[in-house]
């Protein structure tokens, strides 16, 4: 029993002196690295990330200039402003869906339906507003509350019954395949209004100039002034901030990106009101998931489904919606694509759709395991994905080798993943 | 010493458990005081945990009475006993890796302010908490994941002193903790009976139960099996109690004999 003579005095040397205990009301502790200020702490910072496998979108930012350069060389259009201005049309019926499945990768789940369910959502449309010449507005909400409620449904299945999603939404996937079919009946296809409410979606552009930099200046000047006066509340409540030159320089470079894209839009038609719309929802998503109370809990289920329910937190209602908001973007960008090929056919939600959507979001760097991930990497993604389809058309590439690169790239990214999850447990940061 | 109070922020009389053909717990008593730290101790089996979880609301008592100061109190789910006032920090830390320890701290009770988190208040509050608590984390906007075992027990405790309890329950908080890391969740046990509250402690430790704790309560095979000072008793009455290393021959004999000169 020699355990016991350590500590038989009282319990006295188990107890820290005093005076370390007051060293203890540091904010900050001196072990952590703390960053140093200026360049020279970006640039050892930044090494000390990509250690630490904190790669963020570093990868693919690489990636996207990459394309750009490799398809600029091959073909001297794929820069144009019209290029370029359709790329950032295509890519958002693909980037609204994978907006919807990062909700749900976040809680490391899978809903395989979104393809089908994005082929009902524009089957509905036509059929109510062309067959039944319904208000096109009504025809479009119903389509997107149809959207959830299917969602809603996989999401009943998985949460309340308890059957695997992954087998929920693919028979999602079978089920509301078939029920578009059937909506669309005999003939196969419905064309819609070119200037209806869905038409104009994508065919859409403010062709005034003051539009695309009046957005980009918004935006600049909206993220400079949210981070100022953030960091100004958490200097009063004297907490760490971050450093105003730290501000700037993230401003600077949004603006010099923003400027880029609006001087490039009006080359060419002007802003395309399908990219709004796009940035609108990654802007509301963006801030439903870091700033609320319901993202934070769609985090901590991606975190510990345990640590969560003790928190009191009601799993199953949070997954439920989850599924309904991933069906909700499905159904919206269903009337995105319903709208580039101005019709509802058949084809619509099938083929590489689904795989480009979960590839979008993965490859913007959202984690398949749950938990980790934003909106924002739908855009990123969805980028790189639309840029390879658009060059390798534009170099009259067939789509069977269009396939293959793309399941390159998205095992290269799957693979980014899985080396970076390595790396980052070894650094403690997974 | 710390002043104790006369009316036992919680007591067990007579708490019985059954769990189909097994009984867990036979006519358990247990008294806890505010500003008291009691070691509950046994071996495996010997219904430690199973007790912990009565009080926490996971298992409904089947006999007996829990008083909550002084009045009798039905704890029927885990709700009930958060109600009361008590915290229980089980073993699994039940943390979220992947969030940073504010957002944990905060987890299932964020600060709004107009329906938004309001990360301001809650990382000045969680600094706040940290300090009086004399916690050492490197910073409270790092993940979970990269904290140390004795880091994330602390975090977890100190997620359980957010609602203010009186009573919090330990479950086996420095079973995989190192030595200076055991020392700092002991420090911080001692700190919550010099704020006032009551601790319930387990652990199979002797030295720690010896260092931090005033009361030890000893369980063997569902029974109360003694209450000792830790101060006046040594570890090896103690341990004999949880072995049952006292019930042997001799003291059979002896108590044979005492019942027989009545």
């Known amino acids: ?430 | 010493m710390v002043h104790v109070s006369a009316t036992p922020v919680l007591a067990l009389r007579g708490v019985s458990k059954r769990f189909g053909a097994v009984q867990a717990l036979t006519d358990v008593e247990l008294e806890v005081h505010a500003g008291e730290v009691v070691a509950l101790v046994g071996d495996n089996g010997a219904g430690k945990s199973t007790l912990v979880k009565t009080i926490a609301g996971v298992h409904p008592i089947d006999d007996g009475v829990i008083e909550w100061e002084g009045s009798t109190v039905r704890i029927n789910r885990p709700h009930d006993a958060q109600n009361l006032g008590i915290a229980t920090v089980y073993q699994d830390l039940a943390l979220c890796d992947n969030i940073d320890v504010v957002g944990n701290l905060y987890l299932g009770r964020e600060i709004r302010k107009r329906g938004v988190l309001n990360e301001v208040e809650m990382e000045r509050r969680a600094l706040e908490l940290l300090t009086t608590l004399s916690i050492r984390i490197p910073s409270v906007r790092i993940p979970i994941a990269s904290l140390s075992g004795g880091q994330r027990q602390t975090v977890a405790i100190a997620r359980s002193m957010l609602g203010e309890p009186k009573l919090v329950i330990l479950d086996e908080p420095t079973a995989a903790l190192g030595v200076e890391q055991t020392a700092q969740v002991l420090d911080l046990v001692e700190r919550l009976r010099e704020r006032g509250h009551a601790v319930i402690l387990i652990s199979h430790n002797m030295a720690d139960v010896k260092a931090v704790a005033d009361k030890v309560a000893v369980l063997r095979l569902g029974r109360n099996n003694g209450v000792f000072d830790v101060k006046t008793t040594s570890q090896e009455e103690i341990i004999s109690a949880i072995t049952g290393a006292t019930d042997n021959a001799v003291t059979r004999r002896a108590a044979r004999n005492g019942e027989a000169q009545k």
């Open chain 1, 1 to 430: 029993m020699s355990i016991d003579k350590s500590s038989t005095p009282g319990g006295g040397p188990v107890v820290e002196n005093p005076e370390a205990a007051h060293d203890a009301v540091t904010v900050v502790d001196p072990r952590l690295l703390v960053r140093e200020r200026g360049f020279a702490g970006y640039v050892s910072e930044f090494k000390r990330k990509l250690h630490a496998g904190d790669l963020g979108s570093i990868p693919v930012v690489i990636g996207l200039i990459l394309i750009c350069v490799i398809f600029q060389g091959l073909n001297s259009n794929f820069l144009s402003a019209q290029n370029l201005s359709n790329i950032a049309v295509t890519m958002v019926a693909t980037g609204m869906m994978a907006v919807g499945i990062i909700f749900v990768l976040l809680l490391g789940e899978i809903d395989l339906s979104v393809g089908s369910v994005s082929g009902v959502s524009g089957a509905i449309v036509a059929v109510l507003s062309v067959t039944h010449g319904m208000n096109e507005w009504l025809a479009v909400l119903v389509a997107i509350v149809s959207g959830a409620a299917m969602g809603a449904l996989h999401g009943f299945f998985f949460a309340r019954v308890g059957a695997p999603a992954f087998a929920v939404t693919l028979a999602g996937l079978l089920f509301w395949l078939g029920f578009m079919l059937q909506l669309l009946g005999d003939q196969g296809t419905i064309n819609l209004d070119g200037d209806g409410v869905v038409g104009r979606l994508t065919t859409y552009y403010f062709s005034d100039v003051a539009a695309a930099y009046g957005l980009a200046a918004l935006a600049v000047v909206g993220f400079f002034l949210s981070s100022f006066l953030d960091n100004r509340r958490r200097e009063a409540a004297g907490i760490p901030s971050r450093p105003l030159v730290d501000t700037v320089l993230r401003t600077v470079l949004l603006a010099v990106v923003a400027f880029a894209a609006a001087i490039m839009f009006n080359q060419y038609k002007g802003l395309p009101l399908a990219l709004v719309l796009f940035l609108v929802v990654l802007v509301v998503t963006d801030f439903v998931l870091r700033r609320t109370a319901y993202g934070r809990k769609i985090f901590a289920l991606g975190g510990s489904v345990e640590a969560s329910r003790r928190a009191g937190i009601n799993v199953t209602a949070i997954r439920i919606s989850v599924f309904a908001i991933a069906g909700t973007f499905a159904a919206v960008g269903g009337l995105f694509w319903a709208s580039k090929i101005a019709a509802a056919n058949q084809s619509a939600g099938a083929g590489d759709l689904l795989m480009n959507v979960i590839a979008a979001a993965v490859i913007g760097g959202t984690s398949l395991f749950g938990g980790r991930g934003r909106t924002w990497n739908a855009l990123l993604g969805v980028m790189v994905i639309v840029s390879i389809q658009y060059g390798l058309a534009l170099e009259g590439i067939a789509t069977p080798i269009q396939y293959m690169i793309t399941g390159g790239v998205l095992l290269a990214t799957v693979v980014i993943d899985s080396v970076t999850r390595k790396t980052q447990k070894t650094a403690g940061r997974a």
